[in-house]
């Protein structure tokens, strides 16, 4: 249970290794990769199935990231897709491994080119590639496409008109340890952006060659169709759109995903949740069958159906969201509905606390176990108009965690009665966690 230091953090200690942030002012001065400072050595813990949860401003999450970045040696490549970013201790690090050798790559939501940080990175001539272009007068945080996203929907109930770049995942292909060894094929995935906003966010750092593979070809896609009209059919592929690894530990599935021919917009059609929350094997003669959700934003109605449909069949259904409304001010539908069927708590503003901004999903059936996390938020726009990602994990030891995560997060945030909701902060709020 959380008590007045509600989240603690998970996995091995960040140590004093990891550096404190510096302001663009302090940005390192040029100079050849042959001068550059060397690598700084992170500790194996960091990188071997290393599970970080927070309850901050983004500060251990960033400082975790920032040291896998600095123990990139010269000659390895970082992979970086940002989508809301104003951390210049990110900035620092990534231009620092650029002088020192590193092949760093960067596609950067539109949105995001007014930027300080932005700015900072092309003077220092970094390989940066924009996804689209910002909305005149429109949202902070929105550009007129994603990367291989570009699909507008003027109908889609979370009132996204455009596309947009969402990821948060980073791949490092080598990162110096301070045992001596250089840990190969290394991949990050988080729920947070590089930002300055107080939420309760999770981290995965771990090493596997294939599903290092399928982000960094992900990636890939992603500068590709920046340079294009987009492709509105990604994820009607399966090559392009999920990939599994020989030993069926790691699934990746990637974004967006097209309805199938003959089906909705709306439809749970090509949508991995749906299926996986289907193929759950629930019953009624036992009790460890458990679905626990917790993820920031739920409005996508055939998700809802298939957790309620699972509820029958006697799965037990636990939800943990963080936000409850559109900008109008009126609660997701879809989301009423699972409060009404299941029950759902709140971590946020609804509930007078931090947002609960994460995005994972563990299915327990039997002696059976799966975690589903990424950056993707249980919306419309997030299945069909967004660059996402999805990674099924089926790591006992790793699924475990995210099992005791949701365990504390489900005894602190409070029950959420959709029927008695009333708006007390202004929803625009959430819109800058987002997503």
């Not at 590709?224 to 069926?248: C, I, L, M, V």
Request: hydrophobic share 40%; net charge positive.
């Amino acid at each position: 249970m959380f008590s007045r230091a509600p989240l603690a953090v998970a996995g091995a200690m960040l140590s004093a290794a990891l550096l404190p942030a510096l302001s663009l002012s302090s940005l390192p001065a040029a100079a050849s990769p042959d001068v550059a400072a060397a690598p700084a050595a992170a500790n194996p813990a960091l990188v071997n199935d290393h599970v970080l949860f927070t309850k901050d401003d983004h500060t251990a999450l960033t400082r975790h990231a920032r040291t896998l970045i600095d123990a990139v040696p010269r000659g390895a490549r970082i992979s970086l897709p940002l989508y809301y970013f104003n951390r210049d201790e990110i900035v620092t690090a990534l231009i620092a491994a650029h002088r020192r050798g590193v092949d760093v790559r960067i596609v950067i939501n539109g949105s995001e080119t007014g930027k300080a940080q932005f700015k900072a990175l092309k003077a220092a001539k970094m390989n940066v590639t924009v996804c689209g272009k910002p909305i005149p007068n429109g949202s902070s945080h929105m550009s007129d496409r994603g990367c291989i996203a570009n699909r507008s929907e003027k109908n889609d109930p979370d009132a996204t008109a455009y596309s947009r770049l969402h990821n948060k995942f980073m791949t490092l292909s080598k990162v110096s340890l301070s045992n001596g060894d250089v840990a190969q094929n290394v991949v990050w995935l988080a729920s947070a952006n590089f930002d300055h906003t107080t939420a309760y966010e999770d981290s995965f750092t771990f090493r596997n060659t294939e599903v290092y593979g399928f982000y960094r070809a992900y990636f890939d896609h992603m500068r590709y169709y920046a340079g294009t009209p987009g492709k509105k059919a990604y994820g009607t592929n399966a090559r392009d759109s999920q990939t599994t690894t020989a030993d069926g530990m790691y699934k990746a599935h990637f974004f967006p995903r097209h309805e199938a021919t003959g089906q909705g917009f709306f439809s749970g059609s090509n949508d991995p949740i749906v299926a996986a929350v289907g193929k759950a094997k629930c019953s009624t003669k036992s009790t460890g069958d458990v679905i626990s959700v917790a993820n920031f934003r739920i409005s996508r109605r055939p998700v809802v159906s298939a957790l309620k449909a699972a509820k029958k069949r006697g799965c037990t259904i636990r939800v943990v969201t963080g936000d409850v409304a559109a900008d109008n001010g009126k609660p997701y539908a879809a989301l009423v509905d699972l409060d009404k069927a299941v029950g759902v708590r709140v971590c946020g503003p609804a509930t007078r606390k931090s947002y609960m901004h994460e995005k994972f999903l563990t299915i327990t059936d039997g002696k059976a176990s799966q975690l589903y996390l990424g950056s993707q938020n249980f919306t419309y726009a997030a299945l069909r108009q967004q660059d996402e990602n999805v990674l099924r994990v089926a790591n006992p030891k790793v699924v475990a965690k995210y099992a005791d995560h949701f365990q504390s997060l489900h005894g602190y945030c409070p029950t959420w009665n959709a029927s008695t909701f009333t708006p007390t902060t202004p929803q625009d709020m959430e819109m800058e966690m987002d997503e």
